[in-house]
């Protein structure tokens, strides 16, 4: 894939480490796979902002790898940049299968919905769900991450939980719009 111009620059300003580039392509290729498929089937699809928010929707991992802080230093510096608000939902978005207020609370965050609402921010956050390191594998390769979380910190698994109920709708959804299977 080429990368555009202004991921490259935004890439290098923050000095975004090399694997996270390639995972940020590996899910613009999922995600622009899934949107073009969706198109192709009638619906209509930026597929402007899924590539610049899959591409950038990690670079908060400059600035930090924390799961639960990284996505809100990616929308932070995509707003510093001026980058269209579309875009900036996207990366605040794609956490997982999001984060609700409620949650966003218990977790410590500042509490607001950080669900993906628009096709765009759900294609991105489910490309980014089934894509490892940079390697595109299958939803049940989500859902053996998240029991791997609740053996590990079962103390989230109140949000694990509603993570699995939300990732399925969400996969069924990315089914139902572009006829692939996850
Ligand atoms: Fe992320």
Redesign the pocket.
């Known amino acids: 894939m080429r990368v555009p111009e202004i991921v490259e620059k935004l890439w290098e300003k923050y000095g975004l480490e090399e694997n996270v580039r390639k995972h940020c392509i590996a899910v613009a290729e999922m995600a622009l796979k899934i949107a073009e498929s969706a198109e192709r089937r009638g619906y209509r699809v930026d597929k402007e902002a899924v590539l610049l928010g899959a591409l950038l ?2 670079i908060g ?1 400059a600035i930090t790898h924390d ?1 639960f802080k ?2 809100l230093k ?1 929308a932070e510096i995509l707003k510093a940049e001026g980058l269209d608000e579309r875009i900036v939902k996207i990366a605040e978005r ?2 997982s299968a999001g984060i609700s207020a409620e949650e966003a609370k218990k977790l410590g965050l500042p509490e607001k919905d950080y669900l993906p609402e628009s096709l765009e921010e759900k294609i991105v956050s489910f490309a ?1 769900n089934i894509t490892f390191s940079s390697t595109v594998r299958d939803f049940d390769s989500f859902l053996r991450r998240l029991d791997k979380i609740d053996s590990e910190n079962p103390q989230l698994r109140w949000f694990t939980d509603a993570t699995r109920e939300r990732a399925i709708k969400m996969k069924l959804e990315m089914e139902e719009i572009s006829g692939m299977r996850f």
Request: net charge negative; aromatic share 20%; hydrophobic share 20%.
């Open positions: 929707h990690d991992r799961p990284h996505f990616s794609h956490f980014d």
